[in-house]
């Protein structure tokens, strides 16, 4: 019993990655029923209940259900498809059970384990209905009702002592529903980078299997035996949340690179600077940036006629990659008339820095980026910083839990005082999507304007849009957590001529800023105020260093 369990757990192995892989092409192939005689059509008031309850698991679930669309296209586009998928599947079987294979080799008095015949058959699967699942992350699901009823030609050989044992896999048939998930949605075709794939339950697979020319499936209890290993070697492997994942992209080219930490500046003081003005002195003051980003540079105040300013400012910079990262110090001479003279400049790359610890640095300012240039060698003088990266903490925005499997658990849980629990520093990410709906009475060529704590930032406008996607995120470095506090958003609409009354308001929303807090992350649509069938669409997320 123990080898024909090894024998069962191999070939289950196979069947469960051929299934894997199948329901995998599924996103982009489908398949049409074999054809077959046309039956007798007959009145469903003609059958007895009996007879209707034996054709009931055969009718499609766009019949039963209106959520399924008919997609005979599909199934069209497939069956012409199908002789080239059954190569390159049985391919991908192949290098995808050789190494377990090599595990048995020399196990069991087992010297060789091949694929005799491979192959899918002529008959293409069969898709019974379709179902679009609507979230509000950048993702699209599918969730496919998939039929069977192959004729498959695999045999295994099992070279075993002297002895040559034939295994045939005959009679497949398989019921499934598997959750196909698109995601990240992205600018790059094919527009998705992987493809996820799991199985919403436990598929329904019905089989005979043939060795040395006798139906082992007919022994007793043998049968029900195997259907259970193939089951349980299934849901272990593929049983939703667990999923077959398919890259599409190459996640170098398609990554959005999002924040990680914080990044915090102390610009102490100068010495030594050149003489710039007339009276042999110079107005320092110094402009911070990392590469990478577009944002505007960060200031520290001018001191007016000094050589060796002290300034003790601190700063706060966004980091996406402490490994590439570049921190760019420029010190300038402010002038009342004309361009600010250039004193020095000076770099830091983040990946010198130990998180969580501050380290100072004194650096000798230079002319340009090349520090090797013979003709630079006039001294500029030196600038220090103290340095400090606070990655943000791996349970920001942790998931509590979901609703329908795409919504976050509300606020509400006990806990002893919101200060001590969601205190520190932080920073406050708001995702504009898009809105639905907007309609103005004149014009409609929509944008967003996000409102917190004095602060005014808007997005681009979309010219003569009802459903504009913006897609566009705004970020808040914060000192506390923004507790009972809110975000307003509006939405604009601007004539692109000239004309007196050249904006209109379209709709506005606040948005409480708790739930955010607890939960770490709120992905939700909200009806606008003075809008008739408004929606805009809002991501926002808080992270703690």
């Known amino acids: 019993m123990g080898f024909l369990s090894t024998l069962l757990g191999i070939f289950g192995f196979g069947i469960g990655t051929s299934i894997g892989l199948l329901i995998g092409f599924f996103l982009f ?34 019949v039963k259900c209106p959520d399924y ?15 080239y998928l059954d190569k390159a599947i049985c391919a991908q079987i192949r290098s995808a059970t050789e190494p377990m294979f090599a595990e048995y080799v020399g ?72 959750r196909i998930t698109l995601k990240p949605l992205v600018p ?22 043939s060795i040395l020319g006798g139906d082992i499936m007919a022994i007793p209890g043998l049968y029900q035996f195997v259907q259970k290993t193939i089951k349980r070697q299934l849901a272990s492997l593929y049983i939703w949340p667990q999923a077959l994942e398919i890259p599409i992209l190459d996640s170098a080219t398609v990554a959005v690179k999002k924040p990680v930490g914080i990044l915090h500046v102390k610009v102490v003081r100068a010495q030594k600077l050149l003489k710039k003005d007339i009276l042999g002195t110079s107005d320092p003051y110094v402009k911070l940036n990392l590469s990478g980003e577009r944002l505007p540079s960060k200031k520290t105040t001018i001191k007016k006629r000094n050589l060796n300013p002290e300034w003790n400012e601190k700063f706060k910079l966004i980091v996406k990659d402490p490994g590439s990262q570049v921190l760019q110090l420029q010190v300038f001479d402010w002038d009342k008339v004309g361009n600010h003279d250039r004193l020095g400049m000076q770099f830091v790359p983040l990946k010198f820095l130990t998180p969580y610890e501050t380290k100072e640095f004194k650096l000798d300012l230079l002319k340009h980026t090349d520090s090797y240039d013979p003709q630079d060698k ?18 920001s925005g942790k998931l509590e839990g979901t609703q329908d499997g795409y919504s976050r658990k509300e606020s509400g849980f006990d806990r002893t005082s919101d200060s001590e629990v969601f205190g520190g520093a932080g920073l406050l990410s708001v995702l504009i999507q898009g809105a639905e709906d907007v309609e103005g009475e ?60 050249s904006k209109e308001h379209l709709g506005n929303v606040d948005i409480n800023l708790t739930d955010v807090v607890h939960n770490g992350r709120i992905n939700q649509k909200y009806h606008l105020i003075d809008s008739k069938n408004g929606v805009i669409h809002v991501a926002i997320k808080w992270v703690t260093a």
């Open 378 to 395: 006039k001294q500029r003088g030196k600038i220090v910083v103290e340095l400090m990266y606070a990655p943000f903490r791996a349970d």
């Open 69 to 83: 669309e008919r997609v005979d296209w599909l199934n069209k586009f497939v069956a012409d498809m199908w002789p």
């Open 442 to 501: 004149r014009h409609n060529n929509p944008f967003a304007v996000v409102f917190f704590r004095g602060e005014t930032k808007r997005t681009k406008m979309i010219k003569r849009a009802r459903d504009p996607l913006w897609n566009e995120e705004f970020h808040y470095m914060l000192e506390e957590p923004p507790l009972n506090e809110k975000i307003h958003i509006e939405v604009m609409s601007k004539r692109t001529g000239f004309s007196f009354r």
């Open 107 to 178: 196990k069991y008095q087992i010297e060789a384990i091949e694929f005799d015949n491979l192959s899918l058959g002529t008959i293409p699967p069969e898709i019974h209905g379709l179902k679009v699942c609507e979230t509000n992350e950048k993702e699209l699901v599918l969730e496919p009702a998939v039929r069977w009823a192959g004729n498959p030609n695999i045999v295994l050989t099992l070279k075993l002592l002297s002895f040559r044992i034939t295994i045939q896999l005959v009679d497949l048939q398989i019921f499934m529903a598997p």
């Open 188 to 209: 790059n075709f094919p527009c998705f980078a992987t493809v996820a794939v799991s199985l919403l339950w436990k598929p329904d697979v019905d089989f005979g299997m």
């Open 29 to 62: 192939i489908y398949s049409k029923p074999k054809t077959v005689k046309e039956p007798v059509p007959r009145p469903l008031y003609e059958l007895d209940n009996d007879q209707l309850l034996d054709i009931l698991p055969d009718i499609p679930l766009w």
